[in-house]
């Protein structure tokens, strides 16, 4: 190897390794700053955040309704997205009908494919309505929960819902599933 290429590779090394002692150096340097964006987030606000209501029953919140009271709130906050009816404006946002055991793809709504009330109560409270996710009482959450599932046939208009009741809820897919979260 010729003395010229020597002191060439010499120079990358030497470059290579000052770029890297400065990458370090100026990670270091950032890690020691503060950021600064944003405000640290107070209990009271962390209480709202995770609103998770599994279908053991805890979880939910006080509060009733009955399907008469969600038709109000519904056509209000949610037939936008999913119509008066609950038919929905898009394929994703039908909320009845459906059949699981069709010949050809089945239609998931609520009424043919969820197989816990728990689960649309727990969906429907976190992000629900979807451009207010959150915004709901448990109260309404209740009420339109009711109207929903009376819009399926799977409730009556005058069934109180809450956090009694809706544990009690049939629902026609609910052998559609295979819990395997014990299984070894």
């Known amino acids: 190897m010729s003395m010229p290429n020597i002191i060439e590779k010499r120079n990358k090394l030497v470059a290579l390794s000052l770029a890297i002692i400065a990458l370090i150096s100026f990670s270091?340097?950032?890690?020691?700053?503060?950021?600064?964006?944003?405000?640290?987030?107070?209990?009271?606000?962390?209480?709202?955040?995770?609103l998770i209501a599994p279908p053991?029953?805890?979880?939910?919140?006080?509060?009733?309704?009955?399907a008469v009271q969600g038709k109000?709130?519904?056509?209000?906050?949610?037939?936008?997205?999913?119509?008066?009816?609950?038919s929905g404006t898009s394929g994703n946002t039908r909320l009845v009908g459906g059949n699981m055991q069709s010949a050809e793809r089945p239609i998931r709504t609520v009424g043919s494919y969820w197989p816990h009330a728990?689960?649309?109560?727990?969906?429907?409270?976190?992000?629900?309505?979807?451009?207010?996710?959150?915004s709901l009482s448990g109260s309404e959450v209740y009420q339109v929960i009711a109207y929903v599932l009376f819009l399926n046939g799977i409730v009556d208009d005058s069934m109180v819902l809450n956090k009694d009741s809706i544990m009690d809820i049939d629902m026609p897919n609910k052998d559609g599933f295979i819990d395997s979260s014990q299984a070894l």
């Not at 109000?72 to 936008?80: E, G, N, Q, S, T």
């Open 118 to 134: 728990s689960t649309l109560f727990d969906y429907v409270r976190r992000a629900m309505p979807a451009d207010a996710p959150k």
């Open 28 to 50: 270091s340097m950032m890690q020691a700053q503060t950021i600064g964006l944003g405000t640290p987030i107070s209990e009271s606000q962390l209480q709202g955040f995770d």
């Open 72 to 86: 109000v709130i519904f056509d209000r906050r949610c037939a936008a997205c999913h119509a008066m009816d609950g």
């Open 56 to 66: 053991n029953g805890s979880g939910y919140p006080d509060g009733s309704g009955t």
